[in-house]
Nanobody, 126 residues
């Protein structure tokens, strides 16, 4: 079992930055690729970014590429999402996820995540 707890959400103006954290506890953190997803009001949850077990490989959705950066600190069992140049359409609840499959598969609709956090709300005001 893996417990994931997100933090760092809040209210930010458009063009600003925010850093989300996800602290993991339980089973070996490095057994999992880690990722971030988000769900805007009235919309389905969507993939944002993923990072491999060792932190070498990453991939992003087209909507955040160049603005968001995912990273992880395996010594602290934590994954981060640095968000810059935020837009109103980035407003959503952001969820951390752990996945035992291939990192590149985390964005595929058919991939079921092994564990989810409860989410943290990011609101971008225009």
């Amino acid at each position: 079992q893996v417990q994931l707890v997100e933090s760092g959400g809040g209210l930010v103006q458009a063009g600003g930055s925010l850093r989300l954290s996800c602290a993991a506890s339980g089973r070996a953190f490095t057994n999992y690729a880690m990722g971030w997803f988000r769900q805007a009001p009235g919309k389905e949850r969507e993939f944002v970014a993923a990072i491999s077990r060792g932190g070498v490989s990453t991939h992003y959705s087209d909507s955040v590429k160049g603005r968001f950066t995912i990273s992880r600190d395996n010594a602290k069992n934590t994954v981060f999402l640095q968000m810059s140049s935020l837009k109103s359409e980035d407003t959503a609840v952001y969820y951390c996820a752990a996945y035992s499959g291939a990192t590149q598969a985390m964005g595929a609709p058919s991939s079921g995540m092994d564990y989810w956090g409860k989410g943290t709300l990011v609101t971008v005001s225009s």
